[in-house]
């Protein structure tokens, strides 16, 4: 039972528009949500997280939303760059600080 | 900056052998985890370690046996390798954090698994 979703395994952006990255999850408990960018044979590293108790955090490009009701956050990359493509997890923090992560959306930009 | 390392880094077993991947962290973290990372599955926990001295099953904990060896190091063994356990291992740490990141994990760079 998949607790956070990315039911877009990937996606492709031309250079300087807009990147959005969707995720869904079910547990109405997550305080955290985080996401990470993962470059091919390399670890995930953190990019931009948001409080369960705010609806917006941005960030420079990088900005994510939270729509507690729906159970839905987003990530908008604007403009999308190159450099940008990579693959990107969402992720939940549960209670005791585990982190639960979605399947992953790879992301391309074209230049 | 090392951060979080672990090895091997390439690794082929036959079905049933064992071994043992290692990761050691250089941030003071209290917190340390395996996941592993297969195609349209994203990242699953293995095990964690909240604290030195103790472990606790994750997502997938089936196959696997982890060692908080101290606070530095946590490692994961496979007794009997099986196919299904062909994959890409990382390691990671934390500090929980209750400001405005929230709880950011380090990962090692992956270790890739494969069982013929």
């Known amino acids: 039972d998949q607790q956070v979703k990315q039911n877009s395994p990937s996606l492709s952006v031309q250079e300087g528009r807009i990147s959005i990255l969707n995720c869904d999850y079910t547990n109405s408990m997550f305080d955290y949500f985080l996401w990470y960018k993962k470059y091919p044979a390399e670890g995930p590293t953190f990019l931009i997280s948001?409080?369960?108790?705010?609806d917006k955090n941005e960030d420079g490009r990088f900005t994510v939303f939270l729509n507690k009701s729906a159970k839905h956050l987003s990530l908008h990359i604007v403009p999308s760059q190159p450099g940008d493509s990579a693959v990107y997890f969402c992720a939940a923090r549960s209670q005791g600080g585990k982190l639960i992560f979605g399947q992953g959306t790879e992301l391309s930009v074209k230049p | 900056n090392a951060g979080v390392t672990q090895t091997p880094k390439f690794q082929v077993l036959k079905t049933g052998q064992s071994m043992t991947l290692q990761c050691a962290q250089d941030m003071n973290h209290n917190s340390m985890y395996w996941y592993r990372q297969d195609p349209g599955m994203g990242l699953r926990l293995i095990y964690y370690?909240?604290?030195?001295?103790?472990?606790d099953k994750g997502e997938v904990p089936n196959g696997y046996n982890v060692s908080r060896l101290n606070k530095r190091e946590f490692s994961l063994r496979l007794e009997s390798a099986a196919p299904s356990q062909t994959s890409v291992y990382f390691c990671a740490s934390s500090e929980i954090n209750r400001g405005s990141s929230g709880n950011t994990i380090y990962f090692g760079e992956g270790s890739w698994l494969t069982v013929v």
């Open positions: 370690s909240a604290s030195e001295g103790t472990t």
């Open positions: 948001i409080s369960s108790i705010k």
